[in-house]
């Protein structure tokens, strides 16, 4: 079993910046890889990134790429999410969830924290 928290949701302008984190416990980084989901209201979930666990490759839903960056802290076990240059249709809850790869439907995941892009 893996547990997932995520926090550093919150409100922000268009155009300003905000880092999500993910923590992981047991430590996981090594074993699973990580995912960024979201979920607009009325909306489907949909996959903002992912992080490979053995060799640390990104993937990024294209709308975000150049926007939006994924690293990880191994020591920490905290996987982040740096989100630059926010938009309005960026407002969402965020999720981070773990697999053995970088799936849709990942297997552990975490409760969201909301993210709130004002215009």
């Known amino acids: 079993q893996v547990h997932l928290v995520e926090s550093g949701g919150g409100l922000v302008q268009s155009g300003g910046s905000l880092t999500l984190s993910c923590a992981a416990s047991?430590?996981?980084?090594?074993?699973?890889?990580i995912g960024w989901f979201r979920q607009a209201p009325g909306k489907g979930r949909e996959g903002v990134g992912c992080?490979?666990?053995?060799?640390?490759?990104?993937y990024y839903l294209t709308s975000v790429e150049g926007r939006f960056t994924i690293s990880k802290d191994n020591a920490k076990d905290t996987v982040y999410l740096q989100m630059n240059g926010l938009l309005p249709e960026d407002t969402a809850v965020y999720y981070c969830a773990a697999d053995w790869t970088c799936i849709q439907s990942m297997l552990f995941w975490g409760q969201g924290t909301q993210v709130t892009v004002s215009s």
């Open positions: 047991p430590a996981t980084l090594d074993t699973y890889a």
């Open positions: 992080i490979t666990n053995s060799n640390g490759i990104r």
